[in-house]
């Protein structure tokens, strides 16, 4: 089993790079101009760094990339960060895990709740969702994670947040399409396994 600890603690410096270059500001206006220039700002912030790593993984990155001087900081940053990370590692640099890795970094401000939430909880937290979704221009995309198979959320409470989830979505925007991409999973992880 993969130890994630030792993995962070192998790699914190290059982590902790990762984490300078997606940093962002949590808006705390609810002006809803403001935040749709904070949503563009973001979008243009991960567009460009994910066209640092496109960019900085082409060819070899030793000999192609010498010149550097007129980059912007954030792709001599990154330029960094993956040659070290290529030192570092005799598997292949995957520049779309690095990206996710990175988009996540950010998630590290507040940290996660260490107990099992009582569904009077879950409800509390379902209405503060529902008020900052209500403050911010209708996303064109909705993509939720159901952590049912890493045990971080308890397996029996899944089903439960995930309609209350949907439940509130259909309220907010009335015209919710759900596609639930785990089901065809499911179905082919279990007639794979009955050939």
Request: glycine share 4%; hydrophobic share 35%; net charge negative.
């Amino acid at each position: 089993m993969i130890c994630l600890s030792k993995i962070y603690d192998d790699h914190k410096d290059q982590f902790n790079i990762l984490k300078e270059l997606y940093h962002f500001e949590v808006p705390k206006s609810s002006n809803k101009e403001e935040l749709r220039q904070i949503q563009e700002k973001r979008a243009a912030q991960l567009s460009d760094l994910k066209n640092a790593i496109t960019w900085c993984l082409e060819g070899d990155v030793e000999s192609t990339h010498t010149d550097t001087d007129n980059l912007p900081k954030s792709w001599q940053k990154m330029l960094g960060l993956i040659k070290d990370l290529k030192a570092s590692s005799a598997e292949p640099l995957n520049g779309e895990l690095l990206h996710m890795a990175g988009e996540t970094t950010c998630d590290d401000e507040d940290d996660l709740p260490h107990h099992v939430s009582s569904y009077e909880e879950i409800g509390a937290l379902m209405v503060q969702v529902q008020e900052v979704l209500s403050g911010i221009p209708k996303p064109i995309m909705v993509t939720i994670a159901r952590s049912s198979l890493d045990d971080y959320c308890p397996k029996k409470q899944v089903g439960r947040i995930q309609e209350l989830v949907i439940k509130m979505l259909n309220d907010l925007y009335t015209d919710v399409e759900v596609q639930k991409d785990y089901e065809d999973e499911i179905v082919s992880t279990s007639s794979e396994t009955k050939t």
